[in-house]
């Protein structure tokens, strides 16, 4: 096998002596130039495995060498070097189709480490493995025919061929996480870790330990060391779903430790280097959290380099019924019997209906169907689904639970036919009040039964799955 070959480009001698010592300690041949004009040519020449920029030089710039790599020598990845702190040209260049960036000064761990992964990214490109594994891996858990989903997978294939930070946005339900985790399996960092982290459920006060970690005595409770999610994600892709719901004083912390690709656990005196993706989302505009103050303008176009929408169900209807056979498939798959069949008019009754909480409300609909049903059909009364529907693009997906009351039969009705459609006193959620409703019933039946759950559903009028499938839901042993 031909030694790897790396052009550097820079017009400063220290600079490319440092890199091609680095470099060729790691067996990599090394071309160094100072110049655009020298570069053009350096190309032009020779079949490169990876290149290094500096932004600026004596006749022209960085950037048009990134966009000139990018246009016409596709497959070599290209990575930025900028000067301490210069986000904005970071981010330039990645959005011109920069592979990452190395500040100056140079740290060399983070350099191989790099190096590394965008060797193995060359490599994946020019055997064409990338984009063969995006069409299977994707095509085989991001479920849709439509096109907007083929537009969708297309462009997770490409995002998944770089390092830079990727915004996904899209409504509560439709998939955000699964579409990082694709981003990340499909990537060179696959056999790095994935860390997803939900940025709206750690305590303000507990984010800093939570991110960056902590040294033991550094604060009261730190009785031992502790690697923060940064450290966790080292070599992989840290995952920062409900981004809009970090603090201000969290995010100025989280946009340093981005830009400057190290963390400073609690009470440690050294910062610690980190090599990860950051992929981020959140069911809120970002845009207009800038605008009104809630959000850093400097974080959010740090992480916003690309943006991917994942459209909500309502937009691809043609998708609901494909997903649907897919559900019902792996809870069959789960419990170890034959997948249940939607009726026609069932599976109508989906295709017309809005899904305001996305593929996750589909996801809930269908289990308690599964769980309701007698036998090994789904009607459209098994469906439960809710007779006034919220209007299209309402933020919040109703609860699977709140759309039926009570244990009056296999055929539930919704919380207007007969049951309340609140708790009376108006200070208990209707989820809950409903559970306690279901739990005291359920209760009762089985002391009555002697805790024989066949005996049980008979009083209660439903089947023993459905029984069961309760028991799980409210946690009652």
């Avoid at 959005?95 to 740290?107: E, L, T, W």
């Avoid at 609901?320 to 019997?337: E, P, R, T, Y």
Wanted: glycine share 8%.
């Amino acid at each position: 096998m031909s030694q790897q070959t790396v052009l550097v480009i820079d017009d400063e001698r220290d600079i490319r002596e440092l890199l091609t010592i680095t470099l060729g300690r790691m067996d990599l041949k090394v071309d160094a130039v100072g110049t655009v004009a020298e570069a053009r040519a350096a190309l032009a020449e020779h079949t490169y495995d990876l290149c290094f920029t500096d932004m600026r030089l004596p006749d022209g710039s960085g950037q048009e060498l990134i966009e000139l790599i990018a246009e016409k020598y596709a497959d070599t990845p290209v990575a930025m070097i900028t000067a301490y702190g210069n986000v904005d040209a970071a981010v330039t260049a990645l959005k011109a189709g920069a592979f990452d960036f190395v500040s100056k000064p140079v740290d060399i761990q983070m350099l191989r480490r790099m190096v590394r992964t965008a060797l193995k990214l060359a490599e994946e490109k020019r055997s064409g493995a990338g984009a063969g594994a995006a069409a299977t891996g994707s095509g085989s858990r991001l479920i849709g025919d439509s096109t907007t989903m083929q537009q969708v997978r297309s462009t997770i294939g490409k995002l998944a061929r770089n390092q830079a930070p990727v915004y996904i946005a899209g409504e509560s339900g439709v998939g955000k996480e699964l579409v990082a985790r694709l981003i990340h399996e499909l990537g060179p960092r696959s056999t790095g870790p994935f860390v997803p982290v939900n940025c709206g459920a750690i305590p303000s006060e507990l984010m800093e330990s939570e991110f960056f970690g902590h040294r033991k005595g550094s604060f009261t409770g730190a009785v031992a060391d502790k690697e923060g999610l940064f450290q966790a994600a080292h070599g992989g892709t840290l995952f920062l779903d409900e981004v809009a719901e970090l603090p201000l004083h969290m995010q100025v912390k989280l946009l340093r430790a981005i830009q400057e690709k190290a963390v400073r656990p609690i009470g440690a005196r050294e910062e610690v280097a980190v090599d990860v993706r950051i992929l981020s989302a959140t069911h809120k505009n970002l845009a207009a959290l800038v605008d009104q103050g809630q959000f850093r303008q400097d974080l959010f176009y740090r992480i916003n380099v690309i943006e991917l929408r994942v459209p909500p169900l309502r937009e691809r209807r043609g998708d609901v019924s494909l997903l649907a056979d897919f559900v019902l498939k792996q809870l069959a798959n789960k419990s170890g019997g034959t997948p249940v069949r939607l009726l026609p008019e069932a599976r109508q009754a989906l295709e017309s209906y809005e899904f305001p909480g996305n593929v996750r409300e589909l996801e809930n609909i269908l289990e308690r169907a599964v769980a309701m049903c007698d036998g090994d059909r789904i009607d459209v009364s098994d469906l439960m689904l809710p007779q006034r529907q919220p209007r299209p693009g309402a933020e919040a997906a109703p609860s699977m639970h709140g759309h039926h009351a009570g244990m009056g039969g296999g055929h539930a009705a919704p919380p207007s036919a007969g049951q309340p459609a609140h708790p009376p006193s108006g200070e208990v959620p209707l989820d809950d009040y409903i559970s306690n409703l279901e739990r005291t019933a359920i209760m009762k039946a089985l002391e009555e039964s002697r805790y024989n759950k066949t005996a049980a559903a008979r009083k209660l009028g439903i089947t023993f799955r459905a029984l069961r499938y309760k028991l799980k839901k409210l946690g009652i042993d």
